[in-house]
């Protein structure tokens, strides 16, 4: 039997999510935080850097992937038997 009940989990899970949320916000505030140019429009150049870029994109493909997996697992354990 699980240490948690159902209830608790969720209020667990609704407190991670919510702290995830919050980290999320804060990193984006300080990243749009920047003065004006201060960010290159291409940080990565392919033409320049195409190992960099290759290991870049199957990064954000690997975690796009696992987002979709986690959304889908959490829509099917909500969903009643």
């Given at each position: 039997m699980s240490e948690f009940s159902g209830a608790r989990r969720r209020s667990i899970g609704r407190f991670a999510a919510t702290l995830f949320a919050a980290a999320s916000g804060v990193l984006a505030l300080l990243a749009f935080a920047?003065?004006?140019?201060?960010?290159?429009?291409?940080?990565?150049?392919?033409s320049d850097q195409g190992g960099l870029a290759?290991?870049?994109?199957?990064?954000?493909?690997?975690?796009?992937?696992?987002?979709?997996?986690?959304?889908?697992?959490?829509?099917?354990?909500?969903?009643?038997d």
């Open positions: 920047t003065p004006a140019g201060a960010i290159p429009p291409q940080p990565v150049d392919a290759f290991v870049l994109f199957a990064i954000m493909c690997g975690l796009i992937a696992a987002s979709l997996f986690y959304m889908d697992r959490v829509r099917r354990r909500r969903m009643p």
